[in-house]
């Protein structure tokens, strides 16, 4: 101990940025000489910085609670260095629509907005959506625009899908940065191109165009429950009826006062049931107000009987009408 408080303060938070963040809070509790640094915001923001996170501690409330919460020794490094480097003026560049393309991928697989690879990379100058497969880039982080996988970011180097809901919180913040900035409605081209997008999202959830299908929105295989305000005022925005665009999606209303999904409710009038695919889209672009409710965790409580059934024959009229109609085509 006493050679390491020999050694100049620079030394020191480079040696404790290789140390577990309990072991740190055991080191400064034991030192006299370092215990005044437990509760120094600057301190914990100097341990980070070797990390790559210096613009700020969201989405936590210190450098603190950021740099103990473990996330950024779990996150994913990339994703920091190509934000840095990214700017709203550059995302919003980027075309973002490719439904209405109908020529075939460069590397011959299939249509353009079917392609999974189709995208950009971050970090890169080349904000033209390509095929990320047929032509490479160093840069690891790459955004997906195809409407199977709209929004997905993955990096090559660590292999895996960046901000998935089981991913460290810091890296999920950081991830919907990147999202929202896409997204954002800087004029009518841009709100016409989101527009564009999310129509084809809600065929690809619900198997067809028309979005005055009906009021009973059950998606194949769905299992998380949406407010019908929220939904409602979504449609409203694929339509052209406004031009607003949703807030965060809220399941407040869908509650009762003691935080249990109310049994009461009425598939169409009060919720429509989504799929997975539709909640990785919507928690990526729109994001949470709190939670989102699912189906799984009210399947085996008797009290939610009839609500479960009333889901079931949707999905079972849904399912048939649907075999009708490709019947008669």
Known sequence: ???????????????????????????????????????????????????????GCQPYTSWKQLYLSGDLLEMCPHLVE??????????????????????????????????PDFGICLGCDDKIPHCLRFKPCSHPVTLKLAMINFAALNCSICQKEIGKPCSPLTERHWARNVIQLLMASSGPDRLEQRRVVEQTQFKLWFHTWDVDVGQKF????????????????????????S?????????????RVDGSID????????????????RFYITRVYGLEDRLLSMENIMANPEYARLVHSVRVQDYLRYHRSAAASVVQ
């Open 1 to 55: 101990m006493a050679h390491l408080l020999e050694l100049p303060t620079e030394v020191v938070l480079r040696i404790l940025s290789h140390v577990e963040p309990s072991q740190i809070l055991i080191f400064l509790s034991i030192s006299t000489v370092f215990s005044h640094l437990a509760d120094n915001e600057g301190f914990w923001k100097a341990l980070a910085k070797p990390l790559g996170i210096t613009a």
């Open 82 to 115: 190509c934000m840095q480097s990214i700017t709203a003026d550059i995302l919003q560049s980027v075309c973002i629509s490719t439904a209405s393309e109908r020529l075939y991928c460069v590397c011959r697989r299939t249509h353009i907005p079917l392609c």
């Open 218 to 241: 059950v998606a194949p295989h769905g299992k998380y429950l949406v407010d019908t305000a929220w939904f409602n005022a979504w449609t409203d925005f694929l339509k052209g009826a």
């Open 243 to 255: 031009d607003e665009v949703p807030g965060p999606l809220s399941s407040k209303g869908l509650l």
């Open 263 to 278: 049994p009461t409710m009425t598939v169409g009038k009060d919720f429509v049931v989504l799929s997975e695919i539709a």
